[in-house]
Structure formats: structure tokens, C-alpha cells
């Protein structure tokens, strides 16, 4: 029975940490840009924000407008626990239409446009389409 046991709580063990990061504090840093999908165009002044998904809603964490060339650049610390499968990067500008990335989503795979619980800065560019 012993053995059972300890062999659950090793399986548990490495579910846990194959979830998200579990370091106290995560200093989360995305770089990027904004383009227009037809002619790959800057967009200026999209909103770039990073949200955490919830039962009913999104929490807004952080938001960045992009400059005169496309490009934006923002930083936040996720505490405690960083999931990954609950972050979520909404780009949006009138005109355009609303993007949302996340992991849980159809961004499965070698796609990079998500956030990743990483110290290191990614860079990550988008590009909308006009609406219609």
C-alpha cells in the first residue's frame, strides 16, 4: 500500500509542475508588433493587453498602445503561481478586427503567440485584418 501511494503522489507531483510555473514571482516581459494583415502595414495605436481568464470574466492585467512604427513593449509580474493556459493577449484597434490569443485556444503547437511563464522577453507580432 505504501508503494501506491508514494508512487500517486510522484505522478502528482510532475503534473503540477508540467501546469505553469510555480517561482514565487514571474517578471513577464512581451515586446512586439502591430500590422495589417493585408499589406503588413504598422498599425498605430492598437491595443496590445494581457487579461487572466476567469469562470465569467477576464481580469485586466496590463495594456500598451503601439508607437508610430507598429511596435509596443510591456511587462508585468504574474505572483505567486503563473499559468500559462490562463493568459490571455487581446490586440484591438477600430477598424480592425479584435484578436485573442491564448494557449488553451487554437494557438496549440509551435505558434508563439502566446505568453509563456518565462523570464526572458518574447516578442511576440500580430497582425489583424480590417473589418469589412
Not at 498599425?43 to 496590463?62: F, N, P, Q, W, Y
Not at 510591456?74 to 490562463?86: A, D, G, K, T, Y
Request: proline fraction near 4%.
Amino acid at each position: 500500500m505504501a508503494l501506491r501511494i508514494t508512487a500517486l503522489a510522484a505522478t502528482l507531483v510532475i503534473t503540477m509542475s508540467a501546469c505553469g510555473t510555480t517561482d514565487p514571482d514571474t517578471n513577464i516581459r512581451i515586446q512586439g508588433s502591430v500590422s495589417a494583415a493585408v499589406d503588413v502595414s504598422p498599425i498605430v495605436g492598437a491595443e496590445v493587453s494581457v487579461r487572466k481568464m476567469e469562470l465569467t470574466s477576464d481580469t485586466h492585467i496590463v495594456a500598451a498602445w503601439t508607437d508610430s512604427e507598429g511596435g509596443y513593449s510591456l511587462s508585468f509580474v504574474e505572483e505567486e503561481f503563473c499559468p500559462e493556459w490562463l493568459l490571455k493577449i487581446r490586440v484591438s484597434k477600430e477598424g480592425f478586427r479584435t484578436k485573442d490569443y491564448t494557449r488553451s485556444g487554437y494557438n496549440l503547437g509551435n505558434d508563439p503567440t502566446y505568453i509563456r511563464c518565462t523570464e526572458e522577453t518574447q516578442t511576440i507580432d500580430f497582425q489583424l485584418e480590417r473589418e469589412p
